[in-house]
């Protein structure tokens, strides 16, 4: 029989997991705010909500750090407290790929995107964001199911694990349309490695996302 997770805790681990969530996805609003400035080329905020990424990301490893360190060592748990830190890990590289992708548009002086890649381009970063909103869903969902186990429960955080997956392929399918119309186009060699560069660290926030949801399928399996 499962113990209750609430029972062995003052503090249910995902109550932290949650708010760890909720960082990456204001974090997610933020850069995609950072985006739009950027590719408009006039707007003048796209280092101030850097910065505001680069807070939001501290902020999440704070929170992090707390998470890591409210896992007494010999406690008993229903989930392996190494799954947690796995999962967590993934979670918060989503904001390590967010912070890579604004440092790497920021060393180019000049603002915008190629005329010919903006479409694309923003199909990318909106496919990006989905899976963002769905990793918040599922913890958010995964902390009722850690308390309560039942099997509806956990059907609903399954459901959310298979949408991410769809939309991290679709989020791969927007990375590759950019690369490729990247590559076939008469930009200059700097600009072609540059927005390769972009557009395969963008994608990997997909990745990262899907990556916990992988690790949170593991917990739910236990």
């Known amino acids: 029989?499962?113990?209750?997770?609430?029972?062995?805790?003052?503090?249910?681990?995902?109550?932290?997991?949650?708010?760890?969530?909720?960082?990456?996805?204001?974090?997610a609003w933020a850069f995609q705010q950072a985006i739009e400035c950027h590719v408009t080329e006039k707007c003048n905020s796209f280092e101030k909500l850097r910065q505001e990424v680069i807070t939001l990301?501290?902020?999440?490893d704070a929170i992090k750090r707390r998470i890591r360190g409210h896992l007494p060592k010999g406690t008993m748990m229903p989930v392996d407290k190494f799954q947690i830190f796995r999962y967590l890990r993934e979670q918060d590289s989503v904001l390590d790929a967010v912070e890579d992708a604004l440092d790497w548009i920021s060393f180019r002086s000049d603002p915008g995107i190629?005329?010919?890649l903006e479409k694309d381009f923003f199909l990318l970063v909106d496919a990006v964001i989905e899976p963002i909103e769905e990793?918040?869903?599922?913890?958010?969902?995964?902390?009722?199911?850690?308390?309560?186990?039942?099997?509806?429960?956990r059907d609903i955080v399954k459901k959310i694990i298979?949408?991410?997956?769809?939309?991290?392929?679709?989020?791969?399918?927007?990375e590759d349309a950019v690369?490729?119309?990247t590559f076939n186009s008469d930009l200059d060699p700097v600009?072609?490695?540059?927005?390769?560069?972009?557009?395969?660290?963008?994608?990997?926030?997909?990745?990262?996302?899907?990556?916990?949801?992988?690790?949170?399928?593991?917990?739910?399996?236990?």
């Open 1 to 27: 029989m499962r113990i209750p997770f609430l029972s062995m805790f003052m503090t249910s681990p995902f109550d932290g997991l949650q708010e760890h969530a909720e960082k990456v996805k204001e974090c």
């Open 135 to 153: 990793l918040s869903k599922m913890v958010a969902e995964a902390r009722i199911y850690f308390k309560n186990f039942s099997n509806k429960q």
């Open 191 to 222: 600009t072609v490695f540059h927005m390769i560069r972009l557009s395969e660290t963008i994608g990997s926030i997909a990745d990262h996302a899907e990556n916990a949801g992988d690790m949170m399928r593991a917990m739910l399996s236990n």
């Open 57 to 60: 990301e501290s902020e999440a």
């Open 114 to 116: 190629p005329k010919l």
């Open 162 to 174: 298979q949408n991410l997956r769809q939309k991290e392929h679709e989020a791969d399918k927007a």
């Open 179 to 181: 690369k490729q119309k």
